[in-house]
């Protein structure tokens, strides 16, 4: 075999090791879906499936490392969202205000996904995760930070943010991570529940809106809520920037 042939050989094989990879997920997520998140084992996955322990294995060392798997696809879904954002003509802002719409939407549409996302942050999981996929989720979710780090220093040079803030844009980026994460979070569980008096009494459908504004307006990020109807821009997003995704909401 010459190495043409070995290459193309080779190129196949790693495109079926892939694929079998991605099914195994879609597996996983289908167990998670229908029967729970704790339903959810390496035993089971295997019988779902139509390989062999070993194979699947082969792919996961153990029911962490899967769970790390899930949160890495769940990251990169996040990511075409927000990639969504960068031909979005609006201001600085507006573009944080998308990335918070975005990361709503991409709860509202990937349930199972979300709650694997907000499992895999404790260490019990990332610890009994391979180093390499644990290095993987390090590196997606550095991609992510560093775009809204890019606003933010854009938002520095076009005066919306204060010159003040522009040796801690990290410490700002987590502000509205955890912003944006703390409320969806709460609004998914809370609401489920069905058991709170604060869900209750507040607008859900502008729920991290509001949220996201108070934060913003609190680091002086211009223009402030007083001086521009944020709620079109919301809008905007709903019926233009992410209309596909909505409609598969509405289905």
């Known amino acids: ?83 969504k954002l960068i031909t979005f003509d609006a201001c600085s802002r507006e573009k944080v205000v998308g990335f918070a719409f975005a990361y709503e939407l991409f709860a509202k549409l990937n349930p199972a996904l979300f709650m694997v996302g907000l499992t895999v942050k404790t260490s019990a999981i990332r610890e009994k995760a391979s180093p390499q996929r644990g290095n993987a989720i390090t590196e997606a979710e550095n991609e992510l930070i560093e775009m809204m780090i890019t606003i933010a220093n854009g938002a520095i040079e076009a005066g919306e943010l204060s010159k003040k803030y522009a040796q801690n844009l990290y410490q700002v980026t987590f502000s509205i991570w955890c912003t944006a994460f703390g409320t969806v979070s709460l ?65």
Not at 20 to 31: C, K, V, Y
Not at 53 to 80: M, P, W
Not at 215 to 224: E, H, K
Request: charge should be negative; include cysteine.
């Open 187 to 251: 609004m998914q569980t809370l609401g489920e529940s069905g058991n709170s008096s604060c869900i209750d009494n507040i607008c859900v459908d502008n729920s991290l809106l509001y949220h996201i504004s108070l934060l913003l307006d609190g680091l002086g990020w211009s223009p402030l809520n007083d001086d521009f109807d944020y709620a079109q821009t919301w809008l905007k997003l709903k019926n233009e920037v992410y209309a596909t995704e909505i409609a598969q909401l509405i289905k």
């Open 1 to 83: 075999m010459n190495t043409i042939q070995m290459n193309k050989t080779q190129n196949r094989k790693a495109r079926e090791v892939a694929d079998r990879e991605q099914l195994l997920l879609d597996l996983a997520l289908e167990i998670i879906e229908k029967h729970g998140f704790s339903t959810l084992t390496m035993d089971k996955l295997t019988q779902q499936s139509e390989y062999s322990k070993g194979t699947v294995y082969n792919h996961f060392s153990s029911k962490e490392d899967l769970l790390t798997a899930l949160c890495l696809r769940a990251i990169r879904v996040q990511k075409v969202l927000y990639n």
